[in-house]
């Protein structure tokens, strides 16, 4: 069985563009999660999708958005980068996005703002 | 809110040295602990997790008690291995107010080397 598979797995923009990154869950698997990755910050909470539907959401501003499609597969994007968006986004799947599941984890998209 | 507190690292061993990571948590209901691993260049991995207190989780001779009385769920390994070197992540989900779907709660990570 594939794993949660990521894409880019490197991005470079420039501050003011926008970016979007790709995620495709374990077959089979409906909730999606994305986290965003620094080493200031650790690893924090950005959303969760199930079914095409946002379930929870972190602490990000408007700027961060998600989408899932219909196959589970899911997309966030960022409008108007910020130097301090520089991150790994990692991009985790669940079967049902339950308290006590496993996360699987893809290996993430590395995005630098410059 | 909900928070989890792991020591602080860079830690070194040699192989075959015994590993204790400390995590303590704060939680608002009765949360679901857990400890990921991450490789360099690689997302994160389970490693183990425990739902309710005094379980015990155990993986690859890696183990971690779920302690209610002193919130706290410290990983340790008896014997570590070179392979053992990566960052490791204590993580709690907690179900109370159903605001966890898919969120985990990370500690800062502790990054192991383990020298031969």
């Known amino acids: 069985k594939a794993g949660v598979t990521q894409t880019p797995r490197y991005l470079i923009k420039t501050r003011g563009q926008q970016v979007t990154l790709s995620c495709s869950p374990i077959s089979g698997h409906r909730s999606v999660s994305w986290y965003q990755q620094t080493p200031g910050q650790g690893l924090q909470f950005l959303f969760e999708y199930f079914s095409e539907t946002q379930r929870n959401k972190g602490n990000f501003p408007g700027r961060f958005s998600g989408r899932q499609f219909s196959n589970s597969r899911s997309e966030m994007n960022v409008s108007t980068l910020e130097l301090g968006d520089s991150a790994l986004y990692l991009c985790?799947?669940?079967?049902?996005?339950?308290?006590?599941?496993?996360?699987?984890f893809g290996s993430g998209t590395q995005l630098s703002v410059l | 809110g909900n928070s989890v507190t792991q020591m602080e690292g860079p830690v070194t061993l040699s192989e075959e040295a015994f590993l204790t990571i400390n995590c303590t948590y704060t939680a608002t209901g009765y949360p679901s602990l857990f400890w990921y691993v991450q490789y360099p260049g690689e997302g994160l991995q389970l490693l183990l997790k425990a739902t309710k207190a005094d379980d015990k989780g155990s993986n690859k001779g890696f183990e971690a008690t779920y302690r209610k009385e002193t919130t706290s769920f410290h990983l340790e390994k008896g014997s570590v291995q070179v392979s053992d070197s990566a960052v490791y992540f204590c993580?709690?989900?907690?179900?109370?107010?159903?605001?966890?779907?898919?969120?985990?709660?990370f500690g800062q990570g502790t990054i192991l080397t383990v020298h031969p």
């Open positions: 985790a799947s669940s079967s049902w996005g339950s308290f006590n599941e496993k996360l699987f």
């Open positions: 993580a709690l989900s907690d179900a109370a107010g159903g605001t966890s779907y898919g969120k985990l709660t």
